[in-house]
């Protein structure tokens, strides 16, 4: 229940009764300071007549249902990203010990020459995924053969990048 000003009568008429803001006790919901507006607080069941106190409580009910509404959304959405993130960590995990994968990543240290190329001086150890677009059946183009230094150094930057 709102707290409610009623404004004394005056020469314009019977006096409005404002809602007082819940933030700035100072103010009526229509921006009036209450210390200008002659009269006192509502003591009963007494209803707001000013339209404009009415139509900013009405959009700040709103507001807040829509606010709450894009909160649930965003939770839901959150909630789906993890889910999903969890389950392609999972297929990647089973993946990265199959024999399939195992072929696709010789064949890729094979294509570089066993050279890695992110210092191209270093022997690659392993093949780095440029996209997991195509993943689980990747094309060979899409892995480059590196060092474990090269890879984790992507890697590091990769996360600095994300964590910005």
């Known amino acids: 229940m709102h707290k409610l000003w009623q404004a004394d009568p005056h020469r314009y008429g019977p006096g409005k009764t404002h809602i007082i803001c819940d933030e700035d006790k100072t103010r009526s919901r229509c921006g009036k300071a209450i210390d200008s507006i002659p009269g006192s607080p509502v003591i009963g069941n007494a209803k707001a007549d000013c339209q404009t106190c009415l139509s900013a409580?009405?959009?700040?009910?709103?507001?807040?249902?829509?606010?709450?509404?894009?909160?649930?959304?965003?939770e839901r959405r959150r909630a789906e990203r993890e889910q999903e993130e969890a389950e392609f960590w999972d297929r990647y995990n089973v993946y990265m010990g199959s024999p399939e994968w195992r072929a696709k990543a010789d064949a890729c240290l094979r294509r570089a020459g066993h050279i890695c190329e992110g210092c191209g001086v270093a022997r690659a150890t392993q093949a780095h995924h440029t996209?997991?677009?195509?993943?689980g059946a990747e094309f060979l183009w899409e892995l480059r053969a590196v060092c474990k230094a090269c890879h984790e150094r992507f890697h590091d930057a990769q996360d600095a990048r994300r964590a910005r």
């Open 57 to 74: 409580q009405k959009a700040k009910e709103d507001w807040a249902v829509k606010s709450a509404q894009y909160a649930a959304e965003e």
């Open 131 to 135: 996209t997991y677009e195509n993943f």
